[in-house]
């Protein structure tokens, strides 16, 4: 039967009365509710699939102060809850135990790039100790780096290659230590296009470097004075007429 009660929130009239649907997809929203990854993603597929099927009007109806089984969270939440369960990477099984279970810190995450946002899974950079604070900061770096983002991981790999390259001289063991960083590199996204960035950074760095060392020759020469050039020539003409 439904509800009349006083509302004194959400879109309500005075009087709002709530329909039984209504009070029933509430039930089920609030028992999904939990905060670990696996019940924040669950609570967004049963609020997704509630704003579906009800009928046009009753989902708003749900965060109603009149509904004596409003969720413990507005309907500004939800949305970035059925923003976390349609994500392609945070959904992921296989990923759960390595996301922090906030649904804030989550909802932070989910503005990544899914290539980005596996890679970062992928080297522990993204763990379940992680704050919305430091979630933030990581999106918004990868957001100011632009299509500069994966040439920075890629010259990092680089400079990780060279440090290996530098510290171990045994040919077949700094060969098995290589092996898993370029394997790495070579599967992220975007590989080949990054590769030819470097490619670029390094021809430019390459022409660089030798007018740099062409103009630092042509400073050390010496130059010969004029009396100095006069008197090789008057010897090179004594020898000719010798």
Same mark, same amino acid.
């Given at each position: 039967?439904?509800?009349?009660?006083?509302?004194?929130?959400?879109?309500?009239?005075?009087?709002? =009365?709530?329909?039984?649907?209504?009070?029933?997809?509430?039930?089920?929203?609030?028992?999904?509710?939990?905060?670990?990854?696996?019940?924040?993603?669950?609570?967004?597929?049963?609020?997704?699939?509630?704003?579906? =099927? +009800?009928?046009?009007?009753?989902?708003?109806?749900?965060?109603?102060?009149?509904?004596?089984?409003?969720?413990?969270?507005?309907?500004?939440?939800?949305?970035?809850?059925?923003? /976390?369960?349609?994500?392609?990477?945070?959904?992921?099984?296989?990923?759960?135990?390595?996301?922090?279970?906030?649904?804030?810190?989550?909802?932070?995450?989910?503005?990544?790039?899914?290539?980005? +946002?596996?890679?970062?899974?992928?080297?522990?950079?993204?763990?379940?100790?992680?704050?919305?604070?430091?979630?933030?900061?990581?999106?918004?770096? /990868?957001?100011?780096?632009?299509?500069?983002?994966?040439?920075?991981?890629?010259?990092?790999?680089?400079?990780?290659?060279? =440090? +290996?390259?530098?510290?171990?001289?045994?040919?077949?063991?700094?060969?098995?230590?290589?092996?898993?960083?370029?394997?790495?590199?070579?599967?992220?996204?975007?590989?080949?296009?990054?590769?030819?960035?470097?490619?670029?950074?390094?021809?430019?760095?390459?022409?660089?470097?030798?007018?740099?060392?062409?103009?630092?020759?042509?400073?050390?020469?010496?130059?010969?004075?004029?009396?100095?050039?006069?008197?090789?020539?008057?010897?090179?003409?004594?020898?000719?007429?010798?």
């Amino acid at each position: 039967m439904p509800t009349k009660a006083k509302s004194n929130g959400h879109d309500s009239d005075e009087h709002t =009365t709530i329909p039984l649907a209504v009070i029933e997809a509430s039930k089920e929203i609030t028992g999904a509710w939990n905060q670990q990854v696996a019940s924040i993603i669950e609570t967004g597929r049963v609020l997704k699939r509630h704003k579906d =099927t +009800l009928p046009r009007g009753y989902f708003g109806m749900v965060f109603d102060d009149a509904n004596p089984e409003k969720p413990p969270f507005s309907d500004r939440t939800a949305q970035r809850l059925m923003k /976390i369960c349609e994500h392609r990477v945070l959904a992921d099984p296989t990923h759960v135990s390595h996301l922090p279970p906030h649904w804030g810190t989550l909802y932070e995450l989910s503005k990544i790039p899914d290539p980005q +946002l596996e890679e970062l899974i992928e080297d522990g950079e993204i763990h379940a100790e992680m704050e919305r604070e430091e979630a933030h900061r990581l999106q918004r770096d /990868i957001e100011d780096l632009g299509d500069d983002y994966g040439l920075e991981k890629l010259l990092d790999t680089l400079r990780e290659t060279g =440090t +290996l390259m530098k510290r171990c001289e045994d040919p077949e063991k700094r060969s098995r230590l290589l092996r898993p960083v370029c394997t790495h590199t070579i599967q992220s996204p975007g590989f080949l296009d990054m590769l030819g960035k470097v490619s670029s950074f390094i021809e430019g760095i390459h022409g660089d470097a030798a007018r740099w060392s062409k103009q630092a020759n042509n400073r050390k020469s010496p130059k010969r004075s004029k009396v100095d050039s006069s008197r090789a020539d008057e010897a090179h003409s004594d020898r000719n007429v010798a």
